[in-house]
């Protein structure tokens, strides 16, 4: 038999339940994911200066579903053993974890080219860095809207 | 099962710039997900890409976990001699994959 005061307290758990499963999200999620976009930034790029240009990421500006995204990367580059590019890098800003991919190419490549399909997690700026074999970087962004994310669990800030 | 297919240009001209795509069989599952218990499911990626040109390195990519499942790699490269082309695919779980294209440079 439930008395009246267990009754009570009871109803006070379980409507003090839904709290604590929203205090489970973390209230940094965005602050913590940004501050990752830009330590991963400085591990590729250290102190140099990133210039905007010569870089080319491709996107569609609107995805339906976030598991699958054709992206491809086109730097300007003459390809020569003097002049070349040496990686290519893209970065995210929400994903879960910055880095996509990094490819290590040269001369030998032709064109400095990469074409994949990657997962996005939210609506994003996109970033494709290049290093050049002169040490410089270039970069581009492209912004995504995403529909569907690819990581539900950890794609909801 | 470990798959992968390559398309790669059976004859080329010398110096001219070929372009491959690749393809391998893999879930590609992040490390982020869970079960409907909440258990996490582990990593399970293929880490490292890489492409070489009669036993040269001419193109390599690391990969992570934002990389979609059956990666597709699409690149180019220099037809400079006859020769083969081999492709490796290496991940978490001992996975590995060779695949190997001829190529005749003219």
């Known amino acids: 038999m439930t008395t009246r005061r267990e009754f009570l307290v009871l109803a006070a758990a379980s ?3 839904p709290a604590t499963v929203e205090a489970q999200i973390d209230p940094n999620l965005a602050a913590n994911r940004k501050a990752a976009f830009h330590a ?6 250290g102190d140099a200066q990133v210039q905007r240009g010569k870089v080319k990421l491709q996107l569609p500006p609107l995805i339906d579903n976030g598991n699958s995204v054709p992206l491809s990367v086109t730097v300007e580059s003459p390809m020569t053993e003097a002049d070349h590019v040496k990686a290519i890098h893209v970065l995210t800003e929400k994903n879960p974890l910055p880095d996509v991919v990094s490819v290590a190419l040269g001369p030998r490549a ?5 074409a994949t399909r990657v997962r996005l997690a939210d609506t994003q700026t996109v970033t494709a860095i290049a290093q050049m074999s002169d040490g410089s970087f270039w970069s581009d962004g492209a912004e995504v809207v995403v529909t569907l994310s690819a990581c539900l669990e950890e794609g909801l800030i | 099962m ?7 240009p059976a004859q080329a001209k010398r110096g001219e710039i070929v372009e491959i795509k690749t393809l391998a069989q893999h879930a590609m599952e992040t490390g982020f997900r869970r079960t409907q218990t909440g258990d996490l499911i582990p990593r399970d990626i293929i880490r490292r890409f890489t492409c070489t040109y009669n036993g040269v390195e001419v193109y390599r990519a690391d990969l992570q976990p934002a990389i979609a499942a059956n ?8 037809a400079t001699e006859s020769g083969t082309l081999s492709f490796h695919w290496a991940g978490d779980n001992g996975y590995t994959v060779t695949e190997i294209a001829p190529i005749r440079v003219e």
């Open chain 1, 110 to 114: 032709g064109r400095a080219t990469l």
């Open chain 2, 2 to 8: 470990a798959r992968a297919v390559v398309t790669v």
């Open chain 1, 15 to 17: 409507l003090a339940a």
């Open chain 2, 71 to 78: 990666p597709l790699i699409a690149f180019t490269t220099v």
């Open chain 1, 40 to 45: 991963a930034l400085r591990k590729i790029v």
